[in-house]
Nanobody
Framework: QVHLVESGGGLVQAGGSLRLSCAAS????????ASWYLQAPGNVEREFVA????????DYVPSVKGRFAISRDHAKNTVTLHMHNLKPEDTGVYYC???????????????WGRGTLVTVSS
């Protein structure tokens, strides 16, 4: 079974930085794409924040462009979200989503982590 574990959340003052990590383990053949989503306080839905494809193409929601950077380590099956110049509106639970092809399976599946809380104080 593929498992995702996020880490790196915490409390930070506005203008500060955090680094979120998402580590995948289990019978993984390939991680096809990775993305981060934010569930802000009081919101039910998770909103797209950033994504990176297998060939390194990246995409960001406009509100984080120039402040956040997503990267991945293929060898370690990890995805990192570098967050800089944080703002109070960045507060919420950040979830990692990976599109994974498990070993021995001819298709990919989306897996979600349990989330990590980021709180930005003003």
């Amino acid at each position: 079974q593929v498992h995702l574990v996020e880490s790196g959340g915490g409390l930070v003052q506005a203008g500060g930085s955090l680094r979120l990590s998402c580590a995948a383990s289990g019978p993984i053949s390939e991680i096809n794409a990775a993305s981060w989503y934010l569930q802000a306080p009081g919101n039910v839905e998770r909103e797209f924040v950033a994504a990176i494809t297998n060939n390194g193409s990246v995409d960001y929601v406009p509100s984080v462009k120039g402040r956040f950077a997503i990267s991945r380590d293929h060898a370690k099956n990890t995805v990192t979200l570098h967050m800089h110049n944080l703002k109070p509106e960045d507060t919420g639970v950040y979830y990692c989503k990976l599109s994974v092809t498990p070993m021995g399976v001819p298709q990919s599946f989306d897996y979600w982590g349990r989330g990590t809380l980021v709180t930005v104080s003003s």
